[in-house]
């Protein structure tokens, strides 16, 4: 089977997110990072900073010597890391093959699924730009490196001054001759020390390094020569690695505006349960405790669970047990900011057979039909009536973890 690779990188991530939360940022130079009167670097920056010259790991000082009227804003990695779990649980929720590499990148292989990986990719892009509000772009390959290479050359192309929102697909046995022109320190590998040995040896692109014999290649690479050499070709057959081992699956909403607004919190509670129930019957687990998170207007934040008779991956069951820990701790008079439901303590379905579990064994059939549906035409395919929205509700921001 072709394998197809995805890799995500968003745009500017820590830019992006203050853009997010102050739109007055967009198209200024500003740059995310130390202090400039200290030893403070630049970790990141907008696109507009990057047209006077500044770029990540700068000094501070110098970028601002390069950009005087460069806006300097402080590092809130809590609040990028809220971001980043968002984006990457919308890459968990297409294939539990899914390898996070940074906090703005990560790895997808969605090979066993039937629509093209250009399809997936826009789908992606619009899903995080829909859900999350933040830009990203995505290179398509049958592997990790040429995936990975085509995502950071497609962004390199755009030079509007805007984030890139790129899709760069690279087509099955295009992968060598899509490498061939690219600098040699594009390749995953080859540092600037390297680098400078091979340009001295009149060595500048991945298909001139190709070409050398594997003799040639030893004596910059040693033991990895060959595999030097098969990176070169665009052949790299390393695995797309799963996280740790799954010990909870939840889901939270940031409401945009705070509420008291009870039915509100039942229905975004409904919601949630029944996209944690989904993804737990897509990655094959139930789970023995559903937990309850929420979040007040003055960021004060508790979790309560219940424990299970035994595992579910039931999105009634998850739900009832949810609202009834909602009805017991949230207080009413207080303006929720963010409510989430969980399930944990996670191992394979388990199912009690009976003659009189009759309404059971329909609900899991329903289930069943349902999840086929979600699987074909994406999550928002099916909603429930008491879920669709009233003008005159607040807005949510998912984040899923």
Known sequence: MERKILHLDLDAFFCSVEELLDPSLRDKPFAVGGNPQGRGVVSSCSYSARRCGVHSAMPMARA???CPDLIVIHHRHGLYSEYSYKVMDILRSYSPLFQQVSIDEAFLDVSDLPQHAEEIAREIQARVDREVQLPCSLGVATNKLVAKIANDFGKSQAKSGQAPRQITVIPPGEEA???APLDIQALWGIGPKTSQKLREQGIHTIGQLAALPIAELEAYFG?????????ALGIDSSPVRPEREVKSVSNEVTFTR?????ELLRRTMRELADKVGFRLRKAGLAGSAVQIKLRYSNFETFTRQ?????????????????????????????PVRLIG?????LSPPYRQLSLWDDDLSQKEKLTDALDQLKEKYGQ????RASMMKNPKESDSIPNKS
């Open 64 to 66: 601002l010597a390069l």
């Open 177 to 179: 001759a899509f490498l």
């Open 223 to 231: 033991n990895n020569a060959q595999e030097m050499h098969a990176r």
């Open 258 to 262: 705070d509420t008291t607004d009870s």
């Open 306 to 334: 219940t424990a299970l008779a035994q595992p579910t991956d039931l999105d009634d069951v998850i739900y009832a047990v949810a609202e009834k820990l909602l009805e017991e701790n949230l207080a009413p008079s207080r």
């Open 341 to 345: 439901v969980g399930v944990n303590r």
């Open 380 to 383: 928002d395919v099916i909603k």
